[in-house]
């Protein structure tokens, strides 16, 4: 068994636990669940993530960090920092609404203290790209709050009716929304956004590609420079 203070028993634990997460969702990633798909004893799962929902908390960070790699990887033509933000989180909705990564979907937006941290790491994301100063450009920064929540919301929303969003239309509607009061021009914005999508059969292999990135025991190079 690797000590309890080992990098490497950590990284094994928290990759069970991303596999295990975005199979069977939160609720069934037992510590139990993930101790055995790790192959450590359960006392040294509760050692290094004493509180489960820092599993899920890091998966959607992991996710995020891997989406901005893949796009730059994958589009590098894709110079302007709009079209750029739309893939990132077209992308990132697309990955949330697959069909078997759905249960963890809905227990992330289900749990109100999961989805929070996952909020406030999306905004953080997002200042970063644009260069934000969160005091400075306090008010933009609450403008894509009230946009990031009010998406997870509407998402929640439909999958509780038993409707399938599209990503593309939830990336629209979010950065629209963040950019709510700015000087910008919505129609062609919008013309951007659909310029540069991803269209569905590419958003599919992105999305297997990432969701193997995420999953695998064996992290291969193409998938150390997703998550790098």
């Not at 992308?91 to 999961?114: H, K, M, N, Q, W």
């Not at 998402?155 to 038993?162: C, F, Q």
């Not at 958003?203 to 695998?216: D, G, P, T």
Request: proline share 3%; net charge negative.
């Amino acid at each position: 068994m690797e000590p309890a203070g080992s990098d490497s028993a950590k990284a094994l634990i928290r990759r069970a636990g991303y596999r295990l997460l975005l199979t069977k969702g939160f609720k069934a990633a037992t510590y139990s669940a993930i101790a055995e798909a790790s192959g450590c004893s359960k006392a040294l799962v509760q050692h290094h993530f004493p509180v489960k929902a820092r599993l899920a908390v890091d998966l959607v960070h992991d996710l995020v960090l891997a989406i901005e790699s893949y796009v730059r990887l994958r589009r590098p033509a894709v110079d302007d920092l709009t079209a750029f933000r739309f893939l990132v989180v077209q992308l990132y909705y697309g990955f949330l609404l697959e069909s078997d990564v759905r249960p963890f979907t809905v227990d992330l937006l289900s749990d109100r203290a999961i989805l929070t941290d996952a909020m406030e790491d999306e905004v953080d994301w997002n200042s970063r790209i644009l260069g934000l100063d969160g005091h400075a450009d306090r008010a933009v920064v609450e403008q894509a709050v009230v946009a990031v929540g009010g998406t997870y919301e509407l998402l929640y929303w439909r999958l509780r009716r038993g409707e399938l969003p599209d990503a593309a239309e939830l990336a629209e509607r979010l950065l629209l929304g963040s950019m709510a009061g700015s000087d910008i021009d919505s129609a062609a914005t919008r013309r951007l956004f659909h310029e540069s999508a991803f269209d569905p059969a590419t958003l599919a292999v992105a999305v297997a590609e990432l969701k193997s990135a995420l999953r695998s025991p064996d992290v291969s190079e193409t998938d150390r420079q997703l998550l790098s």
